[in-house]
């Protein structure tokens, strides 16, 4: 009967320790956890500081961008381009100055 009641103290002694350590577990988990929760918000606070810096460089680049330009016909050389038009166009500068070299030549 000794040997049994030795066992049931040593029993319940180890239920005890696994009770103690349990707890101890869960109260390290515990402060993990707030450490982790506390590091992701401090993240968050910094990514939303960026975010809105972000906002209003995107917006003030929307408010400054010039929209692009729609291409033209140019009826000399029948292309759609941006750079020119009729008047200005570099083909026609190209053959009046050759015109104008070849009235020169036989002059």
Request: aromatic share 4%.
């Amino acid at each position: 009967m000794d040997a049994g009641e030795s066992l049931r103290a040593e029993n319940e002694i180890l239920r005890l320790q696994i009770v103690q350590k349990t707890k101890e577990l869960e109260v390290e988990q515990i402060r993990r956890l707030e450490l982790e929760l506390l590091l992701k918000n401090m993240e968050n606070k910094s990514l939303k500081k960026q975010n809105k810096a972000l906002r209003a460089e995107n917006e003030h680049y929307k408010k400054t961008a010039k929209p692009p330009r729609n291409p033209r016909l140019c009826r000399f050389c029948n292309k759609y381009v941006v750079g020119h038009d009729y008047r200005n166009c570099p083909e026609k500068c190209a053959s009046a100055s050759s015109e104008q070299d070849e009235a020169d030549d036989s002059n």
